[in-house]
C-alpha cells in the first residue's frame, strides 16, 4: 500500500511550511522515490534539537528551584506549580498537537510550536512573579505539546525502512540522554557562571537563540508531511483531553501534602468518569463518518494498549528515581545540588551510549533489546542497598556508577520499544500515535513522581525536606534502599511487558513493514 501526495496538495498555496511539488510527503510516502539524503538527516537533526531543549526545559527547573525561590519571594507550593504545570500542560495538549500535524502538516505545526516554544520561555525569563512565571510555564508547556509530537511523527513519515528508521530513532533516544544531562548539570552550571548577573532567568533565555536557529535551519532541511486524507479536527475531543490529565494528575501533586482532601478525590473520579464519556465520543463521531481525535483503527491496533503499558511503568520509574536519588544525595549524603548534578551525568551518557549502540541489535531482535535492557535496569538499581552503606564520597562515586549502568538500561529499552510503537501505528494517524506516546510518557513521569515519592516518604517516615525532627543518614539510606528495590520492581515489570510485546509480534496486519523497501 502506497500513500502519495494528491493533486490537491500540489496545487495548495505556499504556506511557510511549503515544499515544492516531488518532496512533500504524506504520512505513508516518501520526499522523493529513494532512501533519506543528506537533507533528511540534517532535518532530523534539527527537529531532534527541538527534542533535546524541551528535554532540558523538564529537568532544569529543578536544579534552579532553590534560587528562584529566594529571588521571587515564592511558596514551595508556588515551585510545585512552576515545575508542574508545564508537565501537566505539555501532557494535556500533545495528542491534540499531533492530530493537528496530521491535519495541517507537521512541518508547519513544528515552526509554530518551536516559535511559541521561544516566545514563552522569553516570558519565562522576564516574569516578575510567581504567578506570571507559573502562567509562562503553562503557556510553554503547550507550546512544547505542539512541537514534540511532530518529531516521530516527521520520522514515521520520511524514514520508512527498517533501517533508516532505527537509525533515526537511536538518534531521538540520545537527544533525549543529551537533554537529561544538559537539563541537570547544565543548570547547575549556568547558575554557577551566572551570565550578566541574570542568575536563574538565563536557563530560559538560552532557549530563544537556540529556537530561532531550529526555525532558521527546519526552513531549508524539514520536508513537510501529513495525513492521506485531512483528519477533521474533533473540538470535543480536544476539549475532553485537554481536561482529563489536570484533573488526573494535579491531585497527584498536591495531594499528598494536602492530606488528600475530598476534592483531590472527586478530582480523580471526574477524570476517570470524562475518559470514559471522551471513548464513547470518540466512538460516535467515528460511525457516523467523522474524524475522531484518537481513531479506533490506532486504539485497538494488535499491541498498542500493551505498549502504551509498557511506556507508563517505563517512565514511572525512571522519575521517581530521579526524585529520591537526589533527596537522597541532597539530604541523606549533604551533597551540593552541583554535586548531586554529577552523580546523574554517568546516566545520561550511558543512555547516549545504548541509544546509539543498539541500532544494529534492534534490527536484529527488535523488542528482545529492550527486555535486555530493562533486566539491566533491574540489576543496577537491585545493587543500590549493598552501597549506600559507604561513607558519602565513596558513596557518590559508587552511585554514579550504577546509574550509568541503569542509562545503558535505559538507553536500550528506549529505541525498540518507540519503533514497536510506531511500527503499530497506522501512517495516517502518525501525529495521533506520537501525540499518545508523549502523553503516555508525560503521564507515567508524573505517576512515578507521585507514586514513588509518596512511597519514599512513607518508609522513611517524615517529610524529607523539612522533617520534624533531624534525620540520620542511615535513615535516609534504608529508604532509599527499599525504594531502589521498588525501581527494580518496576524495570522488571517493564521486562515482562516487553516480553508480552514480543509475543504478539511487532506489526499489525502489514503495516508496518510496507515501505521497508524505502
Known amino acids: 500500500m502506497e500513500y502519495t501526495t494528491s493533486g490537491r496538495e500540489a496545487s495548495r498555496p505556499k504556506s511557510p511550511g511549503h515544499v515544492p511539488p516531488g518532496t512533500e510527503s504524506t504520512a505513508g510516502g516518501t520526499a522523493g522515490t529513494g532512501p533519506p539524503g543528506a537533507r533528511e538527516w540534517v532535518g532530523l537533526s534539527v527537529v531532534l534539537l527541538a527534542m533535546f531543549m524541551s528535554q532540558v526545559d523538564m529537568f532544569i527547573v529543578n536544579v534552579a528551584a532553590p534560587v528562584m525561590q529566594s529571588d521571587l519571594g515564592a511558596s514551595f507550593g508556588d515551585l510545585q506549580f512552576i515545575i508542574d504545570g508545564y508537565v501537566i500542560a505539555y501532557a494535556a495538549g500533545m495528542v491534540t498537537g499531533g492530530r493537528l500535524g496530521d491535519r495541517i502538516g507537521r512541518k508547519k505545526v513544528f515552526q509554530y510550536g518551536v516559535a511559541a516554544f521561544a516566545l514563552t520561555s522569553l516570558l519565562c525569563a522576564v516574569a516578575p512573579s510567581p504567578g506570571t512565571l507559573i502562567g509562562a510555564r503553562v503557556l510553554q508547556g503547550l507550546a512544547a505539546a ?3 509530537p511532530q518529531i516521530l511523527a516527521l520520522i514515521r513519515a520520511r524514514f520508512v525502512s527498517e533501517r533508516d528508521r532505527a537509525r533515526a530513532i537511536g538518534a531521538y533516544g540520545a537527544s533525549i540522554g543529551l537533554g537529561v544531562i544538559a537539563g541537570l548539570a547544565g543548570g547547575g552550571l549556568l547558575l554557577d557562571l551566572d551570565v550578566a548577573g541574570l542568575g536563574w532567568r538565563m536557563i530560559f533565555l538560552i532557549n530563544v537563540p537556540i529556537g530561532i536557529a531550529i526555525l532558521a535551519a527546519a526552513a531549508y532541511t524539514v520536508t513537510e508531511s501529513r495525513s492521506a486524507k485531512k483528519p477533521h479536527l474533533d473540538l470535543v475531543g480536544v476539549a475532553l483531553t485537554g481536561l482529563i ?6 491531585p497527584l501533586f498536591l495531594g499528598p501534602d494536602a492530606g488528600w482532601p475530598w476534592w483531590s478525590w472527586l478530582s480523580v473520579a471526574s477524570g476517570i468518569a470524562l475518559v470514559r464519556v471522551l471513548l464513547l465520543w470518540e466512538r460516535r463521531l467515528e460511525e457516523s463518518g467523522a474524524e475522531p481525535l ?3 483503527r490506532l486504539l485497538r491496533s494488535p499491541g498498542f494498549p500493551l505498549s502504551m503499558a509498557t511506556v507508563v511503568a517505563f517512565f514511572a520509574g525512571n522519575a ?16 551540593s545540588p552541583m554535586e548531586t548534578s554529577l552523580v546523574f551525568v554517568p546516566l545520561g551518557i550511558g543512555f547516549i551510549v545504548a541509544s546509539t549502540a543498539c541500532r544494529r541489535p534492534a534490527a536484529r531482535y527488535g523488542i528482545a533489546v529492550s527486555i535486555a535492557g530493562a533486566l539491566i535496569m533491574a540489576a543496577g538499581l537491585a545493587a543500590v542497598p549493598a552501597v549506600t552503606s559507604e561513607p558519602a564520597g565513596p558513596q557518590s562515586w559508587l552511585l554514579a556508577a550504577l546509574m550509568g549502568l541503569s542509562g545503558l538500561g535505559q538507553g536500550l529499552v528506549v529505541a525498540p520499544l518507540v519503533d514497536t510503537v510506531l511500527s503499530r501505528t497506522h501512517p495516517d494517524d502518525a501525529g495521533a500515535g506520537s501525540g499518545v506516546l508523549n502523553t503516555m510518557t508525560q503521564a507515567g513521569m508524573a505517576l512515578g513522581v507521585a507514586a514513588v515519592g509518596a512511597f519514599y516518604r512513607a518508609t522513611l517516615g517524615d517529610n524529607p525536606q523539612e522533617p520534624s525532627a533531624p534525620l540520620g543518614s542511615d535513615t535516609f539510606a534504608h529508604a532509599f534502599d527499599l525504594t531502589a528495590l521498588l525501581l527494580a520492581g ?6 515482562a511487558l516487553c516480553t508480552r510485546l514480543r509475543d504478539r509480534g511487532t506489526a499489525p496486519d502489514g503495516l508496518a513493514r510496507e515501505h521497508t523497501a524505502g
Open 245 to 250: 490529565l489536570p484533573l488526573l494528575l494535579l
Open 146 to 148: 505542539l512541537m514534540t
Open 294 to 296: 484518537l481513531p479506533r
Open 320 to 335: 521517581g528515581l530521579f526524585l529520591v536519588l537526589t533527596y537522597h544525595l541532597q539530604s541523606g549524603l549533604s551533597r
Open 490 to 495: 518496576l524495570a522488571l515489570t517493564t521486562a
